[in-house]
């Protein structure tokens, strides 16, 4: 699952730390309970993901123009 992740979402490396973390942290429930691993799989999915401009002025006064986002 984890590679599935990675090949979705190539340039998300703190991403891809976290689900490699939850997914160490459940493989003994998956284990005893594999019934469990569709739950997972929708879990690593995004519900939604909400992409933003943010416009700011650095220490020399020109205008710096990043990307935001926020996942849930």
Known sequence: MYDSVVARDPNQPEFHQAVEEVLDSLGPVIEAHPEYLPVVKA??????????????????????????????
Request: avoid cysteine.
């Open 43 to 72: 879990m690593v999915e995004a519900e939604r993901i909400i992409q933003f401009r943010v416009a700011w002025y650095d220490d020399d006064g020109n205008l710096q123009v990043n990307r935001g986002f926020r996942i849930q």
